[in-house]
């Protein structure tokens, strides 16, 4: 009586084992998912800074050529006014 008691619990714990066994490879496999998005966040995020470096640097050159551009036509009104 003990020894098939003995061998049901060791069948059922063998089979307990396999559950978390597949479990354990499933977190794995989620886990290694989740770090690939990671990376990819990661890697497209320095992409959107670089970008927003990049426009940022057009904004300063344009709003230059704003100021150049008012004072070029400041010049040209005075000019005329004087005339």
Do not use: C, F, H, P
């Not at 069948?11 to 479990?23: A, C, M």
């Not at 904004?59 to 005339?83: F, G, M, P, T």
């Amino acid at each position: 009586m003990n020894i098939s008691d003995y061998q049901l619990q060791l069948t059922q714990l063998q089979e307990e084992k396999k559950i978390w066994s597949s479990r354990a490879g499933s977190l794995k496999e989620q886990n290694d998912q989740v770090n690939q998005k990671l990376r990819s966040l990661a890697s497209e995020e320095n992409e959107w800074k670089a970008k927003q470096k990049g426009y940022q640097g057009e904004v300063k050159r344009w709003s230059k050529e704003v100021e150049r551009q008012q004072k070029i036509s400041d010049s040209y009104n005075s000019l005329a006014e004087v005339k």
